[in-house]
């Protein structure tokens, strides 16, 4: 199988990140998933946003899980919420659960996530994927056909993600990945999604590894590279 171009936060630098202008620059170029970042709102819904702060995309001060939607959107309009983006797909979506980087994590996000994804008939086309292994093992109890993939930024205990999280995808920083990591993850049945290549030599040599997906700001370039 062609492996996925995945656009990283639509497309990070082809447009500001997590939009629904970025997400559509994805669909035009003719990738085949864009990927995004979720936080709990305060009124439990899910904003389409990479930090738990307002400071670095919006610059302004806000912390997302103190604000409703409506807030958010009143305090940046570009904030989209995670309904909102998987209405603008026309294929897979990598959603990526973030929690506050300080404090407790969001309790019952993933039941809100799978709830949404029901409603807009996208189970069957997302990828969940985290850091946080609470969160892939809330997923897998709730529903056991979601697809879900680990992230790794290091040297990580591939065969956990399968045998204890239930995953079908380990999602690996580049640095670590070759083609001896390739083949002990799919050996395991696990599909890789590595994360973030934005330079062709590297984006080279993780095809040749036999990397199953690649997510890219540059997906572009990616597109160029696998023409």
Not at 25 to 31: D, N, R, T, V, Y
Not at 87 to 99: F, S
Request: negative net charge; proline residues 4%.
């Amino acid at each position: 199988m062609k492996p996925w171009n995945v656009a990283h936060r639509g497309g990070a630098k082809l447009n500001p990140e997590n939009t629904l202008a970025a997400f559509a620059k994805a669909i035009q170029l003719g990738c085949d998933a864009f990927e995004l970042d979720i936080h709990f709102s305060r009124d439990r819904d899910l904003a389409v946003i990479h930090d738990d702060t307002l400071d670095r995309t919006s610059h302004r001060p806000g912390v997302v899980h103190d604000m409703t939607m409506a807030q958010l959107k009143e305090a940046d309009p570009s904030i989209p919420s995670l309904r909102e983006a998987l209405r603008a797909a026309r294929g897979k979506v990598l959603v990526e659960i973030k929690h506050p980087s300080t404090g407790p994590r969001y309790e019952g996000l993933e039941a809100v996530l799978l709830k949404q994804l029901a409603e807009e008939a996208m189970l069957d086309q997302v990828v969940v994927i985290s850091f946080e292994r609470q969160s892939l093992k809330l997923l897998r109890e709730q529903n056991a056909t979601i697809q879900t993939g680990l992230l790794v930024g290091g040297q990580s205990d591939v065969p956990a993600a399968q045998k204890e999280l239930g995953c079908n995808w380990i999602a690996p920083h580049y640095g670590v990945v070759d083609r001896g990591y390739v083949e002990m993850a799919h050996a395991l049945g696990l599909r890789v999604n590595t994360w973030t290549v934005n330079d062709e030599a590297n984006m080279r040599r993780l095809l040749e590894a036999g990397c199953d997906s690649i997510t890219s700001d540059r997906p572009d370039l990616l597109k160029q590279i696998l023409a």
